[in-house]
């Protein structure tokens, strides 16, 4: 039975990948995977507390 | 894919009017810190060209630029900017998803080769064979390559696809890197920002329809319009600065009254951009106006050359690209940055009068 892969997911901030199972025409199965990382945790470890709200509030721009 | 209008077809169809228009154009030639005289040059091009085609890429981004570009508070430069260029896929507004969205972006790089426009906001990750950012299965690498490789011209908005910003910040977990890097030999223009101002994006563009060209740029590839002026020399609270009367403490008297804050890490003096010029918001403000020091976040490696956000700026490296546009050679550069500091210090001190003052003031400037 087929496998759907919907990659890019539009219309939300970041990357998104879904991929679905398809059988006798219903979804039995479903995944999701954000595609893309940039380690912002590790960047902002032993840095200055205060400017850490700086960077962090740059995960997302929305 | 259709036929395209030109781009006064497309503004007036959308009930701009012509008066809208010869103002949008008179705004843009002011941007530009071009003469008056080209305004009936840059109306004539927009009135005459077809739109070009776009496509505006999403790699290691938080989608600031784009919402930079897009959440005005009313129809305007934004709206313009949409029209001015035919954007053919941008994944946070297109309709399309998987499948047709890929197949919206591989047209315009077969159909249009050479003609397009690549926009891109966000890094590109080089580590481990680029795996932290895919897009339909490719790597971000990958589709840059064959996007911006083939394009008539990228256009780089933001800190990120400039030079890595943010996701390149020590210790860069993914080996993020700016579009330039990553696609050596490209025709490119970077308009970083944190994120980048739309009016000087759509400057850009306005200008290269109407001369053929790009405008000037610096040796980092920013457009001189928007990079060529530092802001502490066109900053509101300058004259504070002069007189020596700094903000101490988040919402001391001096925070209160708009004084200076360079104490309070302020990187103005260091950062070129336009802020205090066309500001943000149409125009409301920008952040040191808000109250909160300049991060220069329009500087390469912002996030680790200058040190702590909220330090003040006290050890000055001799990188030459931080303290001038262009040919100021580093000796130079330390000696005016020095001088600025000396100059802070000697303000600070007339300012006050009595010992304990005088005590105090020493004291924090040895502490910091």
């Known amino acids: 039975m087929p496998k759907i892969a919907i990659d890019p997911v539009t219309r939300i901030e970041g990357h998104l990948r879904v991929e679905v199972q398809v059988e006798g025409g219903k979804v039995i199965d479903a995944w999701s995977s954000g595609t893309m990382w940039r380690g912002i945790e590790l960047i902002v470890k032993g840095r200055d507390p205060r400017e850490v709200w700086l960077l962090l509030s740059r995960i997302c721009g929305v | ?368």
């Open chain 2, 1 to 368: 894919m259709k036929e395209k209008d030109t781009i006064s077809q497309g503004l007036f169809g959308l009930g701009v009017s012509r008066r809208d228009f010869m103002q949008f154009c008179a705004a843009m030639s002011a941007t530009l810190a071009l003469s008056s005289a080209c305004i009936p040059q840059i109306a004539e091009a927009l009135e005459k060209k077809k739109k070009p085609y776009a496509v505006w890429l999403e790699f290691q981004d938080c989608a600031g630029d784009t919402e930079s570009a897009l959440r005005a508070t009313k129809p305007n430069i934004a709206q313009l900017l949409l029209d001015i260029i035919s954007l053919e896929y941008h994944e946070t507004i297109m309709a399309g998803s998987g499948y047709f969205a890929e197949k919206a972006l591989d047209n315009v790089v077969k159909n249009q080769k050479g003609k397009y426009i690549a926009i891109v906001e966000g890094s590109i990750p080089m580590k481990d064979g680029g795996v932290y950012c895919t897009i339909g299965g490719r790597t971000a690498l990958d589709i840059a390559r064959e996007v911006c490789g083939n394009a008539l011209l990228t256009i780089n908005v933001g800190s990120c696809s400039c030079w890595g910003g943010v996701s390149s910040a020590k210790p860069n977990p993914t080996g993020a890197v700016g579009v330039p890097e990553a696609v050596p030999g490209i025709k490119y223009v970077n308009l970083p920002g944190c994120p980048m101002n739309v009016e000087n994006v759509t400057a850009t563009i306005v200008h290269y329809l109407t001369f053929g060209a790009l405008p000037l740029l610096d040796r980092e590839n920013r457009p001189l319009f928007a990079h060529g002026k530092r802001i502490h020399d066109n900053c509101e609270r300058r004259a504070h600065f002069d007189a020596g009367q700094y903000v101490r403490r988040w919402g001391d008297e001096g925070h209160r009254l708009g004084w200076c804050l360079y104490k309070m890490g302020c990187k103005g003096p260091e950062a070129y951009f336009n802020c205090p010029t066309i500001k943000w918001n149409e125009g409301m403000s920008y952040p040191v106006q808000a109250g909160h020091p300049c991060i220069a976040c329009a500087s390469k490696d912002n996030w680790d050359a200058f040190g702590p956000v909220y330090d003040r700026q006290s050890t000055i490296p001799g990188a030459g690209y931080r303290a001038t546009v262009d040919k100021v050679g580093a000796g130079i550069v330390s000696g005016t940055l020095a001088a600025i500091a000396a100059h802070a210090i000697i303000r600070a001190v007339k300012g006050f009068k009595s010992k304990e003052q005088l005590a105090e003031i020493k004291k924090s400037e040895d502490e910091s």
